[in-house]
């Protein structure tokens, strides 16, 4: 919940030697709220309560905070709840709805059908957070935290009117939970101070999907992730140059998965294989040295760090038996990665008002649980499969993640950690009223973790893969050629088959950019730029969800005194026609379908109440065609569309070959309106763009205001 955060920092770049694998393109802090101890030996108390609304989702959010003070105990109690309900895009359109994606429905006509608002995007969440901090001997401190956060009624968009069609696809439950305990004791021995951290925390989520046939069964899934955390660390200084910050750590992970597929006719619930192999542990232990060194005074320094980090995986057979006793089809699987990772940079004051920054650094991220152990439907990518299943099935590595992938030549093989080299250069400049940061990178990403499509040789296709049964999808003319299919999992999904794999190496960079100027105490203006391009270099092809150009643009009035503050924002991002082959099956992004697909919605339950029977003919009520006619509206056979030549009711063909770029305008503002209530209001989206900000799975909110309401005491 954003109220519990204090304030967010963003690291840039890798820094997996500081913070352990994932750790590659940024590392972003959420910093809770620092303890407030009291001056003298009284009791305070202070606190603050909100109310909020938006008309955007129709949203009202109410939260409050009291804290506890005295000069050496300081306690904190809050709690939030927010109701969320159908989101209006802007001019009130969903541009991949499913109707526009399978009957090529103008977007204004699904509104009249559907209404302004996106159906099912409505839901609720409530939280609680308290901290507690306490000091004594003026070395001494200990503090804890700890929240739970609830999302309750979610849905997901994409799997339903947003562009798949399915009847049911709610998510629940949706669960976190997280508390850390940390003691820190100052000036022991040699070291100016050692702090021990002990940390749990319990994500649950759960799902519960239906395909998009009543007669489809009902799959009933149920994770959660259990991490208990444990950190030693210290920190020590030789002479006036030079800090230390050593230490080490280990976080040891337990992952529970069931899945039951219930058939809707007979009602029998069967145990399935679940999404991540089920008693699943991952531990990640490491060690790690960071030093800071003032190499010339006030004019030079640097930085450098290194880890080693040990990572193990573990799936166990006997913990997934389904209650007869028989395998779910996990076998016993022991992995381990292991890796040395590094950053080192360096800052110098050019002149006064010039500061140049120079960072290289080496990232890794090992294989997680997802990656290894991933089982079932994954949105955009379809059904999945684990990387050793794969393996066992001799299937061959595809170029892509596209329904019309081609093969390498080679078998899938087991996966291995990707790593991450990058270099990075900027310049600050900041001088009477101006600021501004210019940093340009480069990276080079090794053995990238990706999915990719399998593929089998025509005549050699297995009759299951992983334990679901298969069946080969109709080749492209180029798979034909190669002698290769695809697989589909049978009565699940209509798309090839993928799993994760390395694969190749990618490169990115790009720049980003900030500049502020001030004028004068009460007008500033800000502005920022980003831009990165990413390849994939075997074969050269666009990166997988690359994101666009993009910046704002802010203007704001500060007037002293009691009197409101004033913002306007100009927000934007340009097209991405740099699409990779997977982005355009993705229904986020490209969302392509063929005549196959049309066919499989017109028989949906979705459908059905729009159906009418004319002289046994069934029509699409809306615009009275027959299945036939709308498949040769939408996608003619020996037609091109978006480029592709439409050769039979197998070829998919993106709705979008690209992602637009948009520009939207937004208004803020706040006002204290007395000593102790404030209050915050504006509009977003002022001119009420339809906007898609690229690989998300809805259209972002429309023309909305909002207000709220908070008091201090």
């Given at each position: ?37 009291g ?5 305070t ?14 949203s ?33 359109i ?20 559907l ?24 070395d001494?401190s ?7 956060t ?32 940390r003691?820190?004791?100052?000036r ?23 395909g998009?046939r ?22 020590s ?32 619930r ?5 999404l ?17 060194t ?14 080693y ?19 779910l ?16 940079s ?7 008002s ?8 080496r ?31 001799k299937a ?6 596209g329904?019309?992938a ?6 899938m ?23 501004a940061?210019?940093?340009a ?32 999808l ?39 950019t900030?500049?502020?100027y ?12 980003s ?11 666009a990166?997988?969800r ?26 934007f991002?340009?097209?991405?026609r ?15 379908r063929s005549?196959?697909d049309?066919a ?9 109440p ?17 299945l ?32 637009p ?7 803020t503002?706040?006002?204290?309106l ?7 209001f ?5 001119l ?16 909305s ?9």
């Amino acid at each position: 919940e954003p109220s519990q955060a204090d304030r967010f920092e963003a690291t840039l770049g890798p820094s997996s030697a500081a913070y352990g694998s994932d750790s590659l393109g940024g590392t972003l802090h959420i910093l809770s709220e620092p303890p407030r101890y009291g001056a003298g030996g009284g009791l305070t108390v202070h606190g603050n309560a909100a109310v909020f609304a938006n008309s955007g989702d129709a949203s009202g959010t109410a939260r409050g905070e009291i804290a506890l003070s005295n000069d050496w105990l300081w306690w904190l109690v809050g709690g939030s709840a927010r109701r969320l309900n159908n989101l209006r895009a802007g001019h009130g359109i969903d541009s991949h709805n499913v109707f526009r994606r399978y009957f090529g429905l103008e977007v204004s006509h699904i509104r009249e059908m559907l209404g302004a608002r996106l159906r099912e995007t409505a839901f609720a969440a409530r939280s609680a957070h308290t901290k507690l901090a306490l000091r004594w001997g003026g070395d001494q401190s200990l503090s804890g935290w700890f929240h739970r956060t609830d999302l309750i009624g979610q849905r997901s968009y994409r799997d339903l009117l947003g562009g798949l069609g399915r009847l049911r696809s709610d998510l629940d439950p949706q669960r976190g939970q997280f508390g850390y305990v940390r003691y820190e004791k100052a000036r022991l021995g040699f070291l100016d101070t050692v702090t021990g951290v002990f940390s749990y925390n319990l994500q649950q989520d759960g799902a519960l999907r239906q395909g998009s046939r009543l007669t489809d069964a009902i799959v009933v899934e149920d994770n959660s992730a259990r991490v208990l955390g444990y950190i030693l660390q210290g920190a020590s200084h030789l002479g006036q140059r030079h800090a230390q910050l050593f230490g080490g750590e280990i976080y040891q992970e337990r992952v529970e998965s069931v899945r039951y597929e219930t058939n809707p006719v007979s009602q029998m619930r069967t145990q399935t294989r679940a999404l991540f192999p089920n008693g699943t542990r991952y531990r990640t232990a490491a060690l790690f040295l960071q030093n800071m060194t003032e190499v010339i005074p006030g004019r030079l320094r640097a930085q450098g760090g290194v880890r080693y980090t040990s990572i193990r995986f573990q799936a166990v057979a006997n913990e997934n038996l389904d209650p007869a006793g028989a395998s779910l089809g996990v076998a016993d699987s022991t992995q381990t990665f292991h890796d040395l990772t590094f950053h080192t940079s360096a800052s110098y004051q050019l002149q006064e008002s010039v500061i140049l920054h120079l960072l290289i650094g080496r990232g890794f991220r090992a294989p997680n649980v997802s990656d290894l152990g991933r089982v079932g439907l994954n949105g955009g990518l379809g059904y999945e499969v684990s990387n050793e299943d794969a393996v066992r099935s001799k299937a061959l590595l595809g170029t892509d993640s596209g329904e019309g992938a081609l093969s390498k030549g080679r078998a899938m093989a087991r996966l291995r950690p990707e790593r991450l080299l990058s270099y990075e250069a900027g310049i600050t400049f900041q001088l009477q009223g101006w600021y501004a940061r210019i940093q340009a990178f480069d990276a080079e990403f090794s053995d990238p973790i990706a999915r990719r499509t399998l593929l089998f040789p025509v005549g050699s296709v297995p009759a299951t893969v992983g334990g679901v049964a298969v069946a080969a999808l109709p080749p492209t003319a180029a798979q034909q050629s190669q002698g290769v299919v695809t697989v589909a999992p049978a009565g699940i999904d209509s798309r090839a088959i993928r799993t994760a794999v390395n694969d190749g190496k990618s490169k990115y960079y790009g720049l980003e950019t900030t500049v502020r100027y001030a004028p004068s105490s009460r007008w500033s203006v800000q502005g920022s730029y980003s831009w990165m391009n990413g390849r994939d270099l075997n074969p050269n092809i666009a990166a997988r969800r690359l994101p666009p150009q993009n910046g704002s643009l802010a203007l704001t009035y500060s007037p002293s005194g009691n009197r409101p503050w004033l913002q306007g924002t100009l927000r934007f991002a340009g097209a991405q026609r740099k699409m990779n082959p997977g982005d355009l099956d993705d229904e986020r992004i490209g969302a392509s379908r063929s005549r196959a697909d049309i066919a499989n919605f017109f028989n949906s339950a979705i459908v059905q109440p729009y159906l009418l029977s004319d002289s046994g003919v069934l029509r699409f009520a809306p615009t009275g065609e027959s299945l036939d006619q709308i498949r040769d509206r939408v996608l003619p056979l020996g037609a091109v569309v978006n480029g592709v030549p439409v050769v039979s009711n197998s070829t998919r063909v993106p709705l979008y070959a690209s992602t637009p770029g948009w520009m939207v305008l937004d208004f803020t503002g706040g006002w204290a309106l007395a000593e102790r209530v404030s209050l915050r209001f504006g509009v977003l989206n002022l001119l009420d763009r339809n906007y898609r900000v690229h690989g998300s799975g809805i259209d972002s909110t429309g023309r909305s205001g909002f207000a709220g309401f908070e008091y201090t005491f």
